[in-house]
């Protein structure tokens, strides 16, 4: 039992696990936050078209009334 109790408190190793979990968290969040902001743009961009195709029908509309 005394190899097993040497196991549990060999802690060599803690920092450089605690720093690439650190690190995987990092980048996961990164890319979650790059992810959001591509899809909020991307939402941007797709209300702005509707608008400008909504205007230009509307405009095309209204110079075919006038003769």
Do not use: R
């Amino acid at each position: 039992m005394a190899d097993n109790d040497d196991l549990l408190h060999d802690n060599h190793a803690g920092p450089l696990v605690e720093e690439s979990l650190l690190l995987g968290i990092a980048v996961v969040t990164v890319s979650i936050v790059i992810a959001v902001i591509l899809q909020a743009t991307g939402w941007a961009q797709d209300v702005v078209t509707s608008l400008l195709q909504l205007l230009e029908n509307s405009w095309s509309d209204f110079t075919g009334l006038v003769p």
